[in-house]
């Protein structure tokens, strides 16, 4: 097959880079990991595995030895380092086969592939690793390919491969991976030295080569002749899932729905932890959700264990209609509810039913996955990556079962194979290696003014402790640069941004309503817009005074009225931080219009913890004072009204407002962030209507 010929897979081999690593076998594994990894058509974020075996100086003997490197337990072929790989001796491996016992202690032989390791720095190695140490091939791909998992998974899927390949690729019915599906294997190519590949029922693709590059190729020609059959049979068997039964609502109209209904359906699946939500109306899932088939293939559930290992067995499906009318949320939560309580009993009753009597406890038995026909998929996780993976997943899904249905009949595991997958010890120990959560995972927060100085900070505080943070500014040039930076430092799921003016109540609703649409809902208000303007009373122009309170007070107060209404569909409480000033409780020079709006922000926050008391709702004050770094306000006339007030130079503002202080410190922005992390932590979730002053001990400003 000519390389121009790839259509259903991305040809993405350089011969002039291969070629400046053709010496190192691990860096050209690493390369075709990471091109195959960069094709979601092949794979999967963190699914699939690759190999080589090469040769090595043995660091005891100093003789040549044979080690195979592998992708490393729980890492991804797309953004693959050799950090990420195992390395074992492959002799080692291979006589573990003298000590197996069979089937039943298989699990046990993971431990011993420690002592197969080679490289004493390489990753754990993964449950896959013996499907490739058994194998004579010197490179081998195993990739969870839609297009081959739709004949891995149809029910004449055995049929079909020895049909479609002529003999060329094997087969080898469902069975979970491990060290007895690596000796079948094995005995599979012994039987049929002349295959090139092996199909896994229900789970996905073994393909190898003698070069690296002879791997890939082959790799991609399998997969490219699979969906070349699909499309050739596309239509011909049916109507795609049986034809449409319902129609999405327009673009516009299907993101005001979700953006709605996210808060409500994150409250339902975050009744035991707090989750992050993802959306998706992309048109493979509504074809899928609208259709008359969903109906039947949506409960079957997912076929290869990559897929519901992150989209649980099964989705959860709306009955609502997608015109539902959401502004009354009681009636809408009400008729959510059945399903909810519907679906975790259901839960309940799969794992009952298929336990074993060391099976860890029941995990949470909320959804991950939720369709809504006519709308799109809502998926909720621990964190947005996970949540945005597991819609990638369960895309997967509609795509085989789209192709199973095309060619054949789309068949998916039985429930109990699929909770020895779910509930598997070794996957379960993997969840225990898993790093603590940070103290605001799960969390979303909506910072304004937040590419300024103050709001900066606290938005990075935010996300260096898990949260998922929206920042808000009126400048739409430094907002870009400012999640350029984060997103370059903490990836593209930490940190959106939004434009608003929080003068404009239309502007802030849609941006509250991008945080339900991006995180599924909002957990942190923090108010942080501002700006100052230093004049004496009789310079002080009418436009001045309407500005300040606009901003300062009018913006603090609609922020707050749009955030909670999100809290409130959520049920899950939440915060309120506005970050006032020492100004709100001194009397300053030159400062009227600014210290009175900033007194009136304070007053605003005792009124609203009040109010909000009932709904879980904090709501606390942070004063600070003189925070110069980074700060717009200090730039241009206020820095100069100040100085002026104080008769002194802008240049001597920082070190004469720290010598006022009682402490003798500047105040920095980070310190500011420091104190909305305390207030937000989990350590003050009974304080509310708290003013904490961070100025470095201003005697005047003392609040009690």
């Known amino acids: 097959m000519k390389t121009t010929d790839f259509k259903h897979a991305s040809y993405l081999w350089a011969e002039k880079h291969a070629a400046g690593i053709a010496k190192d076998e691990v860096a050209l594994l690493i390369y075709r990991s990471n091109l195959l990894g960069a094709d979601l058509r092949l794979t999967n974020y ?43 001796y492959v002799e080692r491996l291979r006589s573990l086969k003298n000590v197996y016992k069979g089937i039943k202690f298989e699990d046990e032989m993971v431990a011993l592939f420690n002592h197969c390791i080679f490289d004493l720095n390489s990753k754990a190695p993964s449950i896959d690793t013996p499907l490739h140490g058994f194998l004579p091939f ?59 590949g092996l199909i896994l029922g229900s789970h996905g ?44 609502l327009d673009k516009e109209k299907r993101l005001q729905q979700a953006a709605s209904i996210a808060p409500l359906l994150r409250g339902f699946c975050s009744s035991q932890s707090n989750k992050i939500g993802n959306f998706t109306d992309d048109e493979r899932v509504l074809e899928f959700i609208n259709s008359i088939d969903s ?32 502004t009354d949320i009681n009636s809408v939560k009400e008729k959510l509810l059945p399903a909810f309580e519907k679906y975790r009993k259901d839960y309940k009753t799969y794992y009952e039913s298929c336990k074993h009597t060391d099976s860890p406890a029941m995990r949470d038995a909320n959804p991950v996955v939720i369709l809504w026909p ?49 509930y598997w ?6 969840l225990q290696r898993m790093p603590k959560a940070k103290p605001l995972s799960g969390k979303i927060a909506f910072v304004t003014g937040g590419a300024g100085g103050i709001g900066k900070a606290i938005a990075k505080k935010f996300m260096d402790e898990g949260a998922c943070v929206v920042i808000s500014d009126n400048d739409a040039g430094r907002l870009e640069t400012t999640c350029d930076d984060f997103t370059s430092q903490y990836g593209k799921d930490a940190c959106v941004a939004t434009a608003a003016d929080v ?63 999100i809290m409130r569909k959520q049920a899950m409480g ?50 600070p004072d003189a925070v110069i770094a980074g700060s717009e306000i200090w730039k241009g006339d206020w820095a100069e009204g100040r100085a002026k007030a104080y008769g002194i130079t802008v240049e001597e503002l920082p070190a004469y407002y720290a010598k006022r202080t009682l402490l003798n410190k500047i105040i920095l922005p980070e310190d500011i962030a420091n104190a909305c992390f305390v207030f937000v932590s989990g350590l003050l979730n009974k304080s509310t209507g708290n003013v904490l002053n961070v100025d470095g001990g201003v005697a005047a400003a003392f609040v009690r």
């Not at 790799?219 to 969906?227: D, F, H, P, W, Y």
């Not at 009136?600 to 913890?609: G, I, K, V």
Request: glycine fraction near 10%.
């Open 46 to 88: 963190g699914g699939g595995n690759t190999s080589c075996k090469a040769n090595a100086k043995d660091p005891l003997t100093g003789a040549e030895t044979e080690v195979m490197w592998i992708k490393g337990s729980g890492g991804d072929l797309g953004t693959l380092k050799k950090n990420g790989l195992s390395a074992l």
């Open 138 to 196: 010197k490179h081998i791909d195993h990739l969870h390919p839609d297009a081959v998992i739709a004949i891995a998974a149809s029910k004449d899927g055995e049929k079909i491969t020895t049909e479609l390949f002529k003999g060329t690729i094997g087969w080898l019915g469902w069975q979970r991976p491990g060290f007895d599906l690596g000796l079948k294997l094995q005995e599979a190519v012994n039987k049929n030295p002349s295959l090139r």
């Open 205 to 248: 693709l073994f393909t190898w080569g003698n070069t690296s590059y002879e791997c890939y190729l082959n790799t991609l020609e399998v997969i490219q002749k699979s969906a070349a059959y699909l499309e050739e049979n596309f239509g011909k068997k049916q109507a795609v899932f049986g034809g449409a039964k319902s129609k999405s």
């Open 295 to 326: 109906e039947r293939l949506a409960p079957l559930g997912t076929s290869c264990p990559d897929h519901f290992l992150r989209t649980k067995i099964s989705p959860l499906v709306l009955s609502l209609s997608a015109e539902e009318n959401l």
């Open 374 to 422: 006519g709308v799109g998929m809502f998926t909720f996780a621990k964190d947005k990556q996970t949540a945005r993976v597991a819609a990638e997943f369960y895309i997967n899904a509609i795509n085989v079962m789209k192709g199973a249905e095309d060619i054949s009949e789309y068949t998916s595991l039985p429930r109990q194979e699929a909770f020895n997958i779910e």
């Open 425 to 430: 010890l070794l996957e379960e120990a993997k």
């Open 503 to 565: 003068m404009n109540k239309e502007n802030i609703l849609q941006a509250i309503a991008s945080s339900a649409l991006q995180f599924g809902g909002l957990d942190i208000i923090v108010n942080c817009a501002g700006l100052s303007i230093s004049k004496p009373i009789e310079e002080h122009t009418e436009k001045d005074w309407d500005l300040l309170y606009d901003v300062l007070v009018k913006g603090q107060f609609l922020i707050t009225q749009a955030g909670i209404e």
């Open 574 to 623: 939440g915060d309120v931080l506005n970050i006032v000033s020492k100004n709100a409780v001194i009397a300053g020079p030159n400062n009227a219009a600014y210290g009175s709006a900033k007194a009136a922000q304070l007053h605003l926050s005792r009124l609203n913890a009040a109010e909000l008391g009932k709904d879980n709702i904090r709501v606390n004050v942070v004063n």
